[in-house]
């Protein structure tokens, strides 16, 4: 099926039709997936859900805690952490997100041990006296 071609003004500019057409084909094309969202939620619910894999009686390993040397001020947690700040009991995943801002390789938090950064404890976490 050929597609009209586009009206265009004395200039060569194109004229309205053109926009029109292409809001009409997607306005189309919404409509011809408006019914796949409420079919895919409702599976969601009927228990075909990926939280399933978690009900098999298993608990989750706790995420490993890291220490981590701060290399520039972040904000973590709701807690301001300045440069050669010391956290300990960060997890891991935390520690990924933020990797831009601290470092969690040994060396790094040796150095911050070394030069007698501030040790401070992950929001949340207890911390250990030493």
Do not use: W
Not at 50 to 56: F, I, K, R, W
Not at 79 to 102: C, N, T
Request: proline residues 9%; charged residues 20%; glycine residues 14%.
């Amino acid at each position: 099926m050929a597609k009209a071609q586009p009206k265009t003004s004395a200039d060569g500019a194109p004229a309205g039709g053109l926009v029109q057409d292409q809001q009409q084909g997607d306005a189309a094309a919404g409509q011809e997936h408006a019914g796949q969202a409420p079919a895919m939620a409702g599976a969601a619910s009927e228990g075909a859900g990926a939280g399933d894999v978690l009900q098999g009686g298993s608990n989750p390993e706790p995420e490993a805690l890291v220490d981590v040397r701060v290399l520039a001020a972040v904000t973590i947690a709701e807690q301001r952490f300045h440069p050669d700040d010391l956290i300990e009991g960060v997890p891991q995943g935390v520690a990924q997100a933020y990797a831009g801002s601290v470092d969690p390789h040994p060396d790094a938090v040796a150095y911050a041990r070394s030069i007698g950064a501030p040790v401070k404890p992950f929001p949340g976490q207890a911390h250990a006296e030493d």
